[in-house]
């Protein structure tokens, strides 16, 4: 079965620095990739995705993430945090075929320090 | 505007009295599917609906029920809710074919089982 870890429970940055939140998967092809984010109190939004192509991501908010299939991972970056995002991040992974479900990490929650 | 709606947004009920979870979408997807997400643990499946009179278990089924009788709903109904269901509850949406696709979040129901 496929599965998704996301090895940082907690993360904290200062405002201007650069992120990096990682995400790896288990599954014997390449899967179809997600990046949600969840500010406090409210639903998840998409982030990025990636399906195929160039390796290299770009998403909403100034995010982009990196698919390296030699690692099976899919981690999420940001060259400069604002305060605005602190949230809760969570990776998704899609199997290519067959199946609709989407198998998400446990999240990684981002704290800002001014 | 394209969106997942969830009703309630917060429910407080006792044990044992039933409840149902409206979602419902704008979006004609074909497929939806509810989640738990509990502190640590991510978010877990619970059902899932291919489309109109289709629907399978996910993860956590145990304890829930579903429908799906018309494409833009899929109630969730807790027929004698325990305090280990309190939980914060997402119904999502996306299309089917040639997927797996992103998936579209409602808000979320907070329901706190005394």
């Known amino acids: 079965a496929q599965s998704v870890t996301q090895p940082d429970i907690h993360i904290t940055v200062s405002e201007g620095a650069s992120l990096e939140l990682r995400c790896n998967y288990s599954?014997?092809?390449?899967?179809?990739l997600f990046w949600y984010v969840q500010s406090p109190g409210q639903g998840l939004q998409l982030l990025l995705k990636?399906?195929?192509?160039?390796?290299l991501v770009q998403g909403i908010k100034g995010f982009e993430a990196e698919f390296k299939r030699s690692q099976s991972s899919f981690n999420l970056r940001k060259p400069s945090v604002h305060w605005s995002d602190a949230a809760e991040y969570f990776c998704?992974?899609?199997?290519?075929?067959?199946?609709?479900?989407?198998?998400f990490g446990k999240g990684t929650k981002l704290s800002v320090i001014p | 505007e394209a969106q997942v709606t969830q009703n309630p947004r917060y429910l407080i009920t006792v044990t044992g009295k039933k409840l149902t979870v409206t979602c419902s979408q704008n979006?004609?997807?074909?497929?939806m599917s509810w989640y738990r997400q509990d502190p640590g643990l991510g978010l877990r499946q619970i059902y899932y609906s291919m489309n109109v009179e289709v629907t399978d278990k996910g993860d956590v089924p145990e304890g829930y029920k579903v429908s799906r009788k018309e494409k833009r709903n899929f109630p969730l109904i807790l027929e004698s809710p325990s305090p280990n269901q309190t939980s914060l509850y997402f119904c999502a949406s996306s299309w089917v074919a040639g997927g797996p696709y992103e998936q579209y979040f409602g808000p979320g129901t907070r329901l706190t089982v005394t």
């Open positions: 998704a992974v899609g199997l290519r075929a067959g199946s609709y479900q989407l198998t």
């Open positions: 990636y399906f195929s192509g160039d390796t």
């Open positions: 599954y014997g092809a390449t899967p179809y």
């Open positions: 979006m004609n997807h074909e497929y």
